[in-house]
């Protein structure tokens, strides 16, 4: 092809993997481009209006930042395989779970990759240095290492940080012993939630891809699956491509549920009680950027608890423009399908992980988040 998509982004960021993932798993041509390319500063930022990956720009010239967006370019012209299950409980699941990997795994990722800096200086500075240039790399890796307090990664919550992630990592293991992806034969949302930290931080930077590959030799599986083109699932003959029939949720993913909901709530209920305290006070109009510059996504700070340990951590309105899908999945399907599902999601503990309608939503226009009143 004369002219494949570029992705801008780097091989060690985390939501640059949840697109090259994407990309690789429906075969579709590009080339990664890294942002020193000229091009990122002429025709990419001007755009964007800020430094930040990935970004993909399209054969056409369309250009469209955001993991999930990228996702969803390709989703509405048709791929090979849907990321999005049908049936109303696997799709809305799924959502959470990439809410999971995306946003509530941060801490694991960055403290996994910056508090073990002593023993991991060499590889992140290479990495850094090749994606960033040489006179960069410093600079952008203070940056980062300086996010850890506002994720509530502290001297108090690390020990929790890491038994979460081997938590997670047991109940994952079990689980693609039997399936290849979350819910069947092809990855979903949910997938591509969690291998943005299970590919860049956590299966890569050599502390937790250590953890990982003695722990967990079947999720190291997964992510090298998830990262290779098309589907790669030779453990798996005639297993076939697609989500499991009739809305089945597999008994092995039962674990991974009850990991989830003990470790995001009570934050997630905190969170948006705390936005909810910041649109009462602030009342934006629609279309107000949900932050003064365009490169900030904290709002605000919540006093909450990770694991029963208090924590103070910084607030992402972004977490809504994933999971008010949940709510709009949910409230697509039949007002039968629709008991049946949140019965579903309060057995699993689950429920209060959709917003629900609460007079504001996060929406993306001009590049920019935005508060939507509209919903
Ligand atoms: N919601 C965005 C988040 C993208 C994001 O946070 N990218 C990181 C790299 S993994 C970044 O560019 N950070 C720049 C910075 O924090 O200065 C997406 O899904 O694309």
Redesign the pocket.
């Known amino acids: 092809m004369a002219h494949p998509y570029r992705l801008y982004g780097v091989p060690h ?4 993997g ?1 697109a090259r993932s994407y990309l690789r798993t429906q075969s579709l041509p590009y080339i990664e481009v890294p942002t020193r390319d000229p091009a990122y500063a002429a025709r990419i930022m001007p755009v964007t209006q800020r ?4 970004v993909l720009e399209a054969p056409d010239g369309e250009i469209v ?4 967006d990228i996702i969803d370019h390709f989703e509405s012209q048709g791929v090979a395989y849907s990321a999005y299950p049908e049936s109303p409980l696997q799709r809305i699941l799924a959502i959470i779970i990439q809410y999971y990997g ?1 946003q509530a795994m941060l801490p694991h990722a960055m403290h996994y990759r910056w508090s073990y800096r002593d023993r991991q200086e060499a590889f992140l500075g290479d990495a850094f240095a090749s994606g960033s240039g040489a006179d960069m790399a410093g600079k952008i890796m203070g ?2 290492n300086s996010y850890l307090p506002q994720l509530g990664v502290t001297e108090q919550t690390i020990p929790a940080i890491e038994r979460s992630f081997e938590d997670l990592l047991d109940a994952l293991n079990t689980h693609f012993a039997d399936h290849p992806y979350l819910f069947g034969g092809r990855p979903s949302i949910g997938d591509f939630g969690l291998i943005g930290p299970m590919f ?1 931080h956590l299966g890569r930077d050599p502390v937790p891809a250590g953890i990982m590959k003695t722990r967990a030799p079947k999720v190291f599986r997964w992510v090298e699956r998830m990262m290779a083109p098309g589907l790669d699932t030779p453990e798996f003959p005639g297993y076939g491509t697609d989500f499991l029939p009739d809305d089945q949720i597999p008994e092995t993913l039962e674990p991974l549920f009850q990991h989830i909901a003990s470790d995001i709530f009570p934050m997630l209920t905190d969170k948006l009680a705390a936005l909810d305290a910041l649109i009462a006070e602030h009342n934006p109009p629609d279309g107000q950027p949900v932050a003064p510059k365009p ?1 900030q ?1 904290y709002v605000g700070l919540a006093k909450t608890q990770f694991r029963g340990i208090p924590v103070q951590v910084g607030i992402q309105p ?1 977490m809504l423009y994933i999971l008010r899908r949940a709510d709009e999945a949910l409230a697509e399907s039949s007002e039968e399908q629709q008991a049946r599902v949140r019965s579903e999601l309060s057995a699993r503990g689950l429920d209060a992980a959709l917003p629900g309608n609460r007079g504001y939503s996060v929406d993306r226009r001009n590049q920019i988040e935005v508060w939507s009143r509209s919903s």
């Not at 960021?13 to 640059?16: H, N, P």
């Not at 430094?51 to 990935?54: C, E, T, Y």
């Not at 930042?65 to 999930?68: A, E, G, M, V």
């Open positions: 960021s985390l939501f640059t949840i430094a930040i990956i990935p930042q955001d993991s999930l995306c940056r980062m860049a490169h996504r972004y």
